[in-house]
């Protein structure tokens, strides 16, 4: 069964959960929901191919789907690689040397990953789309 509406249904939602995220001041969840938003992204294209997916890293999701003859371009696995950092980061205090990850993040980070996951999310829809 295909599920690829489902994963876009929820890539939209962490897209809003990170905006709100970052409106309430909370900048490493907005961080964390920008990369969950692209990495959902990713596994509804890999699921139009009838791939089903495993992993978080958004990069090598994209990179799969090159594998399958989807033209990803560079542009767009470097802001993947960008959203790859806030997957672990953004929640393990044992991440860091000191401190809890809420001390380490702040506005211009969260703006920064909202502003790539939005990209990645409206160009994997369109190779969705095309595919």
């Known amino acids: ?45 890999l699921e139009s191919l009838g791939v089903e997916a495993r992993g978080h890293s958004v990069s090598s999701l994209l990179d ?12 767009m696995r470097r802001k993947a690689l960008s959203l790859d950092r806030h997957y672990i980061q953004s929640r393990y205090v044992n991440t860091f040397y000191s401190g809890a990850p809420v001390d380490y993040y702040s506005l211009e980070d969260a703006e920064k990953a909202l502003r790539e996951a939005e990209e990645l999310v409206r160009y994997l829809k369109e190779k969705i789309r095309g595919a």
């Not at 929820?10 to 907005?30: F, I, P």
């Not at 799969?64 to 542009?75: D, F, M, S, V």
């Open 1 to 45: 069964m295909r599920r690829v509406a489902d994963w876009l249904r929820q890539a939209d939602a962490a897209l809003s959960q990170a905006r709100d995220s970052k409106e309430d001041g909370h900048y490493w969840a907005s961080c964390f929901f920008a990369h969950q938003a692209a990495e959902y992204a990713a596994k509804a294209l």
């Open 64 to 75: 799969k789907a090159r594998e399958l003859g989807i033209e990803i371009l560079e542009e």
